[in-house]
């Protein structure tokens, strides 16, 4: 018992300095990317890296877990355990896959596709999916979003091979089965999810999908039969496309959206000025152009970066990273540094909530003042752009779900074919003729960040399941502190003391189900 203790403490003394440290210096190298920030950042991260690799001390955590100790002390070795694990492989192949992955990430940075021998980045490749009317332009643009995937198809495979090795070494499967366990996730409960999440959506898709593709045949003057994935409105249609979404921008012209975010959270009871003094939200020359909030210390020290505008997407990220903030506020103070932490699941899910009432008809009435006649007319509307969303996600989430079961099932099987054989058949897109081509190696997600992307499918689960619970007990979200407390309660203030998916019972009164995912999509 002892034991557990002192190695409980031991640990906490080695992590959580080199924790701080990272963080800092992550948050440094974001507002102000200097050579010398860049540098310091490698640094925090590789010393932290190689205290999670040390074999006396994890073998110690092993050995103290298997005498024993009581649930509380367990709870924690286990949470050091896991982050340990996957470290815990021979120091020659944790170089070369971070060297590979590193090599491959660089890669995608540097790499630009080619339209008529001309260079083009992301942007202009969106932008032309977005406009052009024309098909051969939309062709070339799509086909040059997919050249990245040649330049690093072989490494992606390679790197499959290699985590596998590195997985199999630890006594698991392979690298698929690995991740979810580290990141305490069940995999038959995932499949069965995904399974479920596939029936809820396939139908009420297939008909959104039908009537987006007579209106695509009509814009570009062809036969539904004709379209091929350039027709839509980015390389992977993960989005769907803007003809037919709410354009909200025009109300929040002029607005004040830091305030808008504050006033929100004073709705319900939070205070979230400590965040905004410490957090770096207007855009500026030389930082991070993107959005995310970060708590420093677990110790009330939580920062947000944003490069807020007046237009409804910056007002759904401030919303959004805030509602990472407050659960990171909402720590039962009693807890020990290492339980002062989230699941990724959680935390995105309380971070969709928020985001989401930015195309709240409530918020909308209440907070943003738009009038009632008004708000009455977006409702329906708002409600549809939502579940068009949320369908064409989960059935990309499913492509990329399956796709990585499979590249790790057997990473030398022919991935061009099982590639578009789960596009064609998850998100219903005919398949270019005689296209062969490494187009799953296009999406970076499965070089750099691995086994991942259902978390953000978990997320948004769970936060409909969330705000259903909030609805029967407390009659919603918008200036109700009652929703507040509920959170903080049920859901914030537990931290890492219990895993995710029981927290989740905790917090919405059952398990994690996809029945209110599927009442939101049958809006559509
Ligand atoms: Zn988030």
Not at 181 to 187: A, G, L, N, S
Not at 336 to 343: K, M, Y
Not at 400 to 414: H, S, T
């Amino acid at each position: 018992m002892t034991d557990a203790i002192s190695l409980a403490r031991t640990a906490e003394e080695t992590f959580r300095p080199l924790t701080l440290a990272s963080n800092l210096a992550w948050w440094d190298s974001n507002v102000d990317a200097t050579d010398e920030n860049a540098r310091r950042r490698a640094d925090a991260e590789l010393a932290y890296s190689d205290a999670l690799s040390d074999r006396e001390l994890y073998g110690a955590i092993e050995a103290a877990r298997g005498n024993g100790a009581d649930p509380a002390r367990a709870r924690v070795l286990e949470l050091y355990s896991s982050a340990m694990l996957p470290h815990q492989i021979s120091s020659s192949l944790r170089e070369r896959i971070v060297e590979l992955e590193t090599s491959v990430e660089t890669r995608f940075s540097r790499h630009r596709g080619a339209m008529s021998g001309e260079p083009v980045d992301d942007n202009r490749i969106k932008q032309i999916l977005r406009e052009s009317q024309d098909p051969e332009e939309r062709r070339e643009a799509w086909e040059a979003s997919k050249t990245v995937g040649r330049e690093v198809a072989d490494d992606v495979r390679e790197l499959a091979r290699m985590r596998n090795e590195a997985a199999r070494s630890l006594g698991y499967r392979d690298w698929f089965a690995l991740s979810l366990t580290t990141d305490e996730m069940d995999e038959d409960k995932l499949l069965e999810t995904l399974a479920a999440a596939d029936r809820a959506t396939a139908e009420p898709f297939a008909r959104w999908k039908s009537s987006l593709d007579m209106r695509l045949a009509e814009r570009f003057g062809c036969d539904v039969s004709e379209l091929r994935p350039w027709h839509y409105a980015d390389p992977f249609f993960q989005e769907p496309p803007p003809e037919g979404a709410v354009d909200l921008d025009p109300l929040f012209k002029g607005k004040d959206v830091v305030a808008l975010a504050r006033r929100t959270f004073e709705g319900l009871g939070f205070a979230v000025e400590g965040i905004l003094d410490r957090s770096d939200l207007y855009p500026r020359a030389g930082k991070n152009q993107h959005a995310f909030c970060i708590d420093i210390d677990r110790g009330g020290d939580v920062r947000v970066l944003a490069n807020v505008v007046d237009n409804h997407s910056w007002t759904d990220t401030m919303l959004h990273e805030l509602g990472h903030g407050v659960y990171d506020l909402g720590f039962d103070d009693q807890l020990s540094w290492v339980l002062r932490d989230t699941h990724l699941v959680t935390t995105e899910a309380s971070a969709l909530l928020f985001g989401a009432l930015a195309g709240d008809r409530e918020w909308l009435e209440r907070i943003l003042e738009v009038d009632v006649g008004e708000a009455d007319e977006l409702e329906g509307r708002l409600r549809a752009a939502r579940a068009a969303e949320l369908l064409v996600f989960t059935r990309w989430v499913l492509v990329m779900n399956a796709f990585e079961r499979a590249l790790y099932g057997d990473p030398e099987r022919d991935l061009d074919a099982v590639w578009w054989e789960l596009v064609a058949r998850h998100q219903l897109l005919t398949p270019p003729e005689g296209r062969s081509a490494p187009d799953w190696a296009a999406k970076i997600h499965i070089a750099v960040a691995p086994v991942y992307y259902h978390t953000y499918l978990y997320g948004a689960i769970v936060a409909a399941q969330v705000k259903d619970a909030l609805r029967s007990a407390a009659g919603g979200l918008v200036d109700r502190p009652e929703a507040g407390k509920l959170l903080v309660r049920k859901l914030y203030a537990p931290g890492a003391s219990i895993r995710w998916d029981k927290l989740v019972e905790q917090a919405s009164g059952k398990p994690l189900s996809v029945d209110s995912l599927a009442r939101e999509v049958a809006a559509a």
